[in-house]
């Protein structure tokens, strides 16, 4: 079965640290995105891509970046970890870009950084 | 941007009573979603909604927008525990817009 995956589920580094998060679908969608879940705020787009090589901020990008070689993976890398950066991060793939199609989300990793 | 508000922020009800839980648009909907989320897990598509009027049944779950597009809502017929979590909606930015969420509405269901 098709699926989306995220690793590591858990994660606690330290403040300023390079820390890269894995996200991998087998849906074959061109769209990925990467959101962060913090209490009072809701779900918050980080990043996004349309396809291979293509790449997007979203709302909270500072402090993130992303990659698209493929299309199976989009890895997020918070360059130098902060304490606010503290968060669940959940990875998400929908199938077409401009029609109306929900999104699969991975089970999320919780990242804390002290 | 768009932004989506949702209510209540959180909801406890007894076993086998009735819910709605509401979503509102500050513009106009192109697509509505609603997912749920168990507590520390990933969201679960719950359906989606397009068009002024429609509305969509799945099991005890029913998803209404309305005609103007701005307001959905999500009713929930003779709740059990399985229902409990959190209800996000969220909406189509119209093309080349941001997909938003709401920020949600914590439900839980008391056997």
């Known amino acids: 079965d098709a699926e989306i995956t995220q690793s590591p589920r858990h994660k606690i580094t330290e403040t300023g640290r390079q820390v890269t998060l894995a996200c991998h679908q087998t849906?074959?969608?061109?769209?990925m995105f990467w959101y962060r879940q913090d209490l009072g705020h809701g779900l918050r787009l980080i990043h996004y891509s349309y396809g291979v090589q293509d790449t997007n901020k979203g709302e909270v990008s500072d402090g993130y970046s992303v990659s698209r070689s493929n299309t199976e993976d989009l890895p997020l890398t918070l360059e130098s970890a902060a304490s606010s950066q503290t968060s669940v991060y959940f990875c998400a793939s929908s199938e077409s870009r401009g029609e109306h199609n929900e999104q699969f989300f991975g089970p999320g990793t919780r990242l804390t950084v002290l | 941007s768009q932004e989506l508000e949702q209510s209540p922020q959180s909801l406890i009800v007894q076993e086998g009573k009735n819910l709605t839980i509401n979503c509102t648009s500050s513009k106009t909907l192109y697509g509505l979603y609603w997912y749920k989320q168990k507590y520390g897990e990933g969201l679960i598509f719950l359906m989606m909604l397009q068009k002024g009027g429609e509305e969509k049944s799945h099991e005890k779950i029913t998803a209404k927008l309305d005609e103007k597009k701005q307001q959905s809502s999500l009713h929930i017929t003779a709740s059990q525990p399985s229902h409990a979590g959190i209800y996000l909606c969220?909406?189509?930015?119209?093309?080349?817009?941001?997909?938003?969420f709401g920020p949600g509405t914590r439900l839980s269901v008391l056997p």
């Open positions: 969220g909406a189509d930015g119209h093309y080349g817009q941001n997909f938003v």
């Open positions: 849906w074959n969608h061109n769209n």
